[in-house]
């Protein structure tokens, strides 16, 4: 029996949003050029989310679009029937700084395929990483820029992100076999 | 996390067989596909290194340039083989070209041919995945898929839509294929044309028959347009294509009569002046160009699809 | 040659309308005596064949020998071997050879082929037309002279009505019926299967039962203005049925047969486009298949013939439009009669067999189907009741194209003897 443990509840979340928010700004320099990108699913409503904040500090209107990596696995051909493909929509990439946002990092395949697909869009003139959870365990050289919370998991441990905007609540668990 | 996809089996041989999950399933595969070709870069790896042989016995260019565009967008290998000859028996037989192209370790056929069951018969004889572009009169399961699309972008739904086929359903591979797909999603199905052009017991496929044209414009959301071939008139079937397009042709005064606004479909190429006018084909009701773009759509996610592989093979979660 | 004494088997004699539990002693190739406690003379070989059944050696007056000209699928060495393995002792071989059977010469190859494998009898039925083209007659004296029982186009219809017509007075002279594949070909050119919801759903064109019912309608016709002889080869369809049955209730000298796949399968065996269950005429509906049974039941249809139409493999292993038409049936015919109309109980057993030796003996003018004294010793041993498995790779026939490999069925011949001689036992 796998045990659940709470890692962030949604106030803790809230506070990492915010910080995370303000990092991302001043690693980008500003908010001109600016693209916040999430990976579906997760990644999309805390971009979203993220995405609000700064427009809220910055008084601004931060372009931003969504990311559906399952064409781009490298995986695909290993992994038997297909999952459901999400949606991809962005706007225009050329020159500008792109925030690729997810809700976990953790092997790194994820982001890689994302930088793929991004590529097939334009040409960034400059692409950031941001992560809610790094549970290290990294299989290739990734690093995230801006982070909410960097925890050591162990390879049969799962790190669970919860939105209130599908799952009905905001949480970060880990399970972890007994 | 990611919930239980239906499979679709190694082949797609027709619709008649998948169920109503299988056929949604399809159909909301293609539309991020949809997305895909409208990038600049009309290119996702997905299919990365697989080899595709479209094995094509009947002439077709639409059909077939479709499915290359659908491969080479998944990036797929892709090598065109087209013969004309009229009996494969004339050269190698359909067996013999499919083992030599397994033994050639190809991952995927795409198969029209001139016999009904051809697919079905490659399919049981080989190990790659078989798509039936077309078997003799059987199915074109595809186009099938992507008329059902297309109404569905049109109506948001097929559940009790009206659809009226029209034209000679009695050697429409396309027609029965939409009367499996549609019936199946709960649309209501008409045939319409010359009883002469109408299976005698099309009624038990679960459709119902209106004689005139002019009755099916009155009842139905939506027609799709058969074409019909030259040779129909040269077998006997219907005096002359002139005489069709008189009795049954979907002109621009009938479609003027039409009591709401009907959507207007046909699988291509058309006979203009036969079984559709000029001002029908291009006017404001049709969606025969959404068709064409919905195919590629539709043909990436079939072989998107069915390149999964069996069921048993150990599905990873998303990591990141 | 042995004097041979079968004792103790229910002796079935269909022309006698005899049942009895009785022996039955063969000498010099004929029937020398059947009833209770038989001694044989001296030297006589005795079998015991307690539990069995003692009838008539079978009589199928439909089969494809495909030689001359077709070796390959099939000779006449082991399409006799075949039959006997099924329990005929006669069989008649039709004339769609290579070259066709029109002339003495290959009436008299035919015979003498089947002398040398001296297994079943084989009796050869010529041409209509000469190259069964449907333009000239053939020599039908010659070709009785020669040894031929009948003649017929099979493979295709007798051409026009006219040709029809003149065949059935002229073959009045020699006492031989007319024997007709019935199809309107310009209903049935391109079909490959029956015209129904099946062959719609498969996207084949169909044969429609009226392309059959035409041409029966048509030969009933004829043999009622000539007071010809004309035999209706594999009938199919309900309506058929209802014609032949009206036509024997006028008088008209109309007899007909069915195969076993009529009253076995249905349309229904096409699905998934099995080769093996495309034939012509095709597999029909389910209604047709109980109005052949009933015209079996009721004598509408005088007897079982099988059609055994032997192909290569590679030439079943095909798209079902290319594949050629007709499956082998020599040693699944009685199985599939017991099993389907005895078993059902549409039919007795003595019944059946009078259709299956009797009638087709009586029909064609063939010695053999009975057990009388004096008559040839053709005689089948068979046990009703045993269940087996369909296993066509242990076939004598050269070829396997069936679709009833794997079913089990009922009955099946144990012994079968042509001319007072063993010509098949069975071992496993």
Redesign the interface.
């Known amino acids: 029996m796998p045990s659940r443990t709470l890692l962030l509840d949604d106030r803790a979340i809230a506070r990492a949003l915010s910080r995370m928010a303000s990092e991302i700004v001043e690693q980008a320099r500003g908010t001109e050029q600016l693209v916040i990108v999430g990976i579906q699913r997760r990644g999309v409503e805390l971009a979203a989310r993220l995405k609000h904040l700064v427009d809220q500090a910055e008084q601004s209107a931060v372009a931003f679009g969504k990311l559906d990596i399952t064409l781009y696995r490298d995986d695909l051909q290993a992994i038997g029937p297909r999952p459901r493909v999400g949606v991809t929509e962005l706007p225009d990439l050329d020159g500008r700084t792109v925030v690729i946002v997810d809700d976990v990092l953790y092997t790194g395949r994820t982001i890689r395929a994302a930088l793929d697909e991004c590529a097939d869009f334009g040409r960034p003139r400059r692409i950031l990483l941001c992560v809610l959870i790094d549970r290290g365990g990294r299989e290739l050289p990734i690093q995230a820029d801006i982070v909410g919370t960097t925890i050591s998991t162990a390879p049969g441990d799962r790190v669970d992100v919860l939105v209130r905007e599908l799952d009905g609540r905001d949480a970060v668990e880990v399970a972890r076999e007994a | 996390m990611?919930?239980d996809?239906p499979?679709l089996g190694k082949d797609l041989v027709g619709l008649?067989h998948l169920s109503a999950d299988q056929l949604r399933l399809i159909l909301?595969?293609a539309?991020?596909?949809k997305?895909?070709s409208e990038?600049?870069?009309k290119?996702?790896?997905?299919l990365r290194?697989r080899t595709i042989v479209n094995l094509f016995f009947e002439a077709s260019t639409r059909t077939r340039i479709s499915f290359e565009f659908a491969e080479k967008r998944l990036s797929a290998d892709t090598v065109s083989i087209a013969s004309s000859g009229s009996?494969?028996?004339k050269g190698e037989?359909?067996?013999d070209t499919a083992r030599n192209l397994e033994a050639m370790r190809i991952d995927m056929v795409v198969i029209r041919?001139?016999?009904?069951?051809?697919a079905?018969?490659l399919g049981k004889r080989i190990r790659t995945n078989v798509i039936n572009a077309g078997?003799?009169?059987?199915?074109h399961p595809t186009q099938g898929l992507l008329d059902i699309l297309t109404l569905r972008d049109k109506f948001g739904k097929i559940e009790g839509l009206k659809v009226a086929i029209c034209g000679d359903v009695l050697h429409s591979?396309v027609a029965?294929s939409n009367i499996w797909g549609l019936t199946k999603l709960g649309a209501e199905v008409a045939v319409c044309g010359p009883a002469s052009l109408l299976?005698?017991?099309?009624e038990?496929?679960g459709v119902t028959v209106i004689p005139r044209i002019e009755d099916a414009i009155a009842w139905a959301d939506a027609l799709n347009v058969l074409r019909l071939q030259l040779e129909r008139m040269q077998s006997g079937f219907i005096p002359s294509l002139r005489e069709y397009n008189r009795v049954f042709g979907l002109t621009t005064d009938r479609l003027e009569r039409a009591p709401k606004d009907l959507v207007i479909m046909h699988p291509g190429p058309m006979n203009r002046g036969v079984e559709i006018d000029s001002g029908v084909a291009d006017g404001p009701h049709s969606v025969i160009l959404p068709q064409v773009t919905n195919g590629v759509a539709v043909r990436m996610a079939v072989l998107?699809?069915l390149?999964?592989?069996?069921?048993?093979?150990?599905?990873?979660g998303?990591?990141? | 040659m042995r004097p041979l004494l079968l004792k103790g088997g229910r002796v079935i004699d269909p022309s006698r309308a005899a049942d009895d539990i009785a022996d039955v002693l063969l000498e010099d190739g004929r029937i020398a005596a059947v009833g209770r406690n038989i001694v044989g003379p001296d030297g006589v070989e005795v079998l015991d064949v307690s539990g069995r059944v003692v009838a008539p050696g079978l009589v199928d007056v439909h089969v494809h020998l495909r030689e001359p000209g077709q070796e390959d699928l099939e000779t006449i060495a082991t399409g006799s071997a075949s039959a006997v393995a099924g329990g005929f002792t006669s069989i008649c071989a039709m004339p769609n050879t290579d070259p066709v059977c029109d002339n003495q010469g290959v009436v008299g190859f035919v015979i003498a082929q089947a002398q040398r494998a001296a297994k079943a009898r084989v009796y050869p039925i010529g041409a209509v037309t000469l190259g069964q083209k449907g333009q000239q007659l053939a020599e039908f004296g010659e070709l009785v002279g020669a040894g031929a029982v009948a003649v017929s186009d099979d493979g295709k219809p007798v051409a026009t009505a006219h040709m029809m017509r003149t065949a059935l007075e002229y073959a009045k002279t020699f006492g031989i019926p007319v024997a007709d594949h019935c199809e309107d070909m310009s209903l049935a050119t391109g079909g490959s299967m029956h015209e129904g919801i099946v062959s719609t759903r498969l996207g084949l064109k169909g044969i429609p039962a009226a392309a059959e019912e035409i041409m029966v309608a048509r030969d009933i016709l004829l043999a009622e203005l000539t007071g010809g002889h004309v035999h209706l080869c594999h009938m199919s369809t309900r309506g058929s049925v209802e014609l032949i049955r009206r036509a024997k209730e006028r008088g008209v000298r109309v007899t007909a047969e069915a195969c076993p796949h009529h009253f076995s399968l249905t349309h229904e065996a096409c699905v998934g486009y099995n080769t093996n269950a495309k034939m012509n005429p095709p597999l029909r509906e389910a209604e047709d298949v109980e109005a052949i049974r009933e015209g079996l039941r009721d004598g509408t249809i005088d007897c079982v013939a099988t059609d055994h139409a032997p192909h290569h493999y590679d030439a079943k292993e095909r798209e079902f439009d290319d594949a050629p038409n007709g499956i082998i049936g020599l040693e699944t015919a009685l199985g599939l009669s017991i099993t389907e109309l005895v078993g059902r109980g549409l039919l007795t057993l003595p019944q059946l067999l009078h259709r299956m030796s009797t009638a087709p003996a009586r029909i064609f003018n063939l010695p053999g189907g009975t057990l009388a004294t004096g008559a040839p010793a053709d005689v089948v041993v068979i046990d009703p009741t045993v269940k087996w498995t369909v296993a066509p790779e242990t076939f004598r026939s050269k070829s396997r194209n069936t679709p009833f490999g794997g079913r089990e069925l009922t009955g099946r011949a144990e012994l079968t003897i042509v001319r007072g001689q063993v010509a098949f036992q069975r071992t496993t």
Do not use: C, M
């Open positions: 990611k919930p996809v499979s008649e909301d595969t539309e991020p596909f997305e895909v990038r600049q870069i290119k996702v790896p997905a290194g009996s494969v028996s037989t359909l067996v041919h001139h016999s009904s069951g051809s079905e018969f078997d003799g009169k059987h199915e591979r029965r299976p005698r017991n099309v038990e496929l998107y699809l390149a999964g592989g069996s069921p048993d093979a150990s599905h990873q998303g990591e990141a």
